[in-house]
């Protein structure tokens, strides 16, 4: 059989919400043998009918076997759309949740809003700044400027010490000087 008819119809961008579907999917596939509408429809909250409409568009996009209407399973590609949105949703949920603390329950919303938003390679970088926090927490101006090269090279623990005994020196000097000149205390504020 011949893809070649149905092509446009399969390149064209997907929405968010057939984003939505195809991670909801995945994620009920890994919990249960068999994902039904009623299913999908629980996951997302939204009516059954809904879920009917949006199944045969993704079926005419080859991405979900639809035909045998009982239960609905995720074709190849559809598969790996589903597992990537997971992923970007996982990781975007714990750059909310663990760097910049966010409420769990609105980092969960919100995740689920930038993930179809966020390029892979941009998320590739969200993980590997995360790592780079933990690998190599620091301050000061420099810090940043040793991502790219973290990025590049990978890890280098002894760097990331030297780097953070350089800038505890600098930070105590900066801190002897704001004393003299009055203090730290509502210096900054306005
Ligand atoms: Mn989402």
Not at 99 to 128: F, Q, Y
Request: aromatic share 8%; with cysteine.
């Amino acid at each position: 059989m011949k893809k070649d008819t149905s092509k446009n119809i399969e390149q064209k961008r997907l929405t968010p919400a057939m984003e939505d579907y195809l991670e909801a999917i995945f994620n009920l596939d890994k919990e249960k043998r068999v994902v039904r509408v009623k299913d999908i429809a629980k996951a997302l909250a939204v009516k059954m009918p809904t879920v009917t409409n949006m199944l045969k568009t993704l079926s005419k996009r080859k991405l979900i076997d639809y035909e045998k209407y009982e239960y609905i399973e995720l074709t190849k590609k559809g598969n790996r759309i589903g597992k990537e949105i997971n992923r970007r949703h996982h990781v975007l949920r714990s750059f909310l949740v663990d760097i910049l603390k966010v409420d769990p329950k609105k980092a969960d919303e919100e995740a689920c809003e930038m993930e179809h938003a966020v390029s892979p390679s941009t998320l590739d970088r969200i993980v590997d700044f995360m790592e780079f926090l933990q690998f190599c927490p620091r301050t000061g101006s420099g810090w940043l400027e040793n991502f790219d090269e973290y990025r590049k090279h990978g890890q280098d623990p002894e760097k990331c010490a030297t780097m953070m005994k350089e800038f505890s020196n600098e930070f105590k000097c900066a801190i002897e000087i704001k004393k003299d000149e009055g203090g730290f205390d509502g210096a900054q504020r306005s």
